[in-house]
């Protein structure tokens, strides 16, 4: 899936990327460049087999907030899938507080 995927894409992943593109969203780990250590999701156990098969999607307008994405090694989640983080930025506007007691 896109230029910074991993491997080929089967049925499950065409659908995904259906659903992204029928509801504008963007599959953040293919949109950034990383070493394939930090991109595959899920290891067969005796690691012969590997996959990238757990993904981020943000909405379009968002894809510029979206730092970086990256599979975290190690972290204990009770699972044969590896955790994938995302680091996001967003600087929010603070909105104008009306004064709801003032009289006219």
Known sequence: MGIHGCGSI??????????CASSDLVIGETLLEHPAI???????????????IDHIAVNNIWRRSLLDVRVKRGADVG??????????????????????????
Request: glycine share 2%.
């Open 10 to 19: 089967n049925n499950n992943g065409e659908r995904l990327v259906e659903l």
């Open 38 to 52: 930090h991109k595959l999701t899920w290891y067969y156990p005796s690691e012969r087999d590997k996959n990238q």
């Open 79 to 104: 699972s044969d899938h590896l955790l994938v983080i995302a680091s996001i930025s967003l600087k929010l506007r603070r909105k104008e507080r009306r004064d709801m007691h003032k009289k006219d």
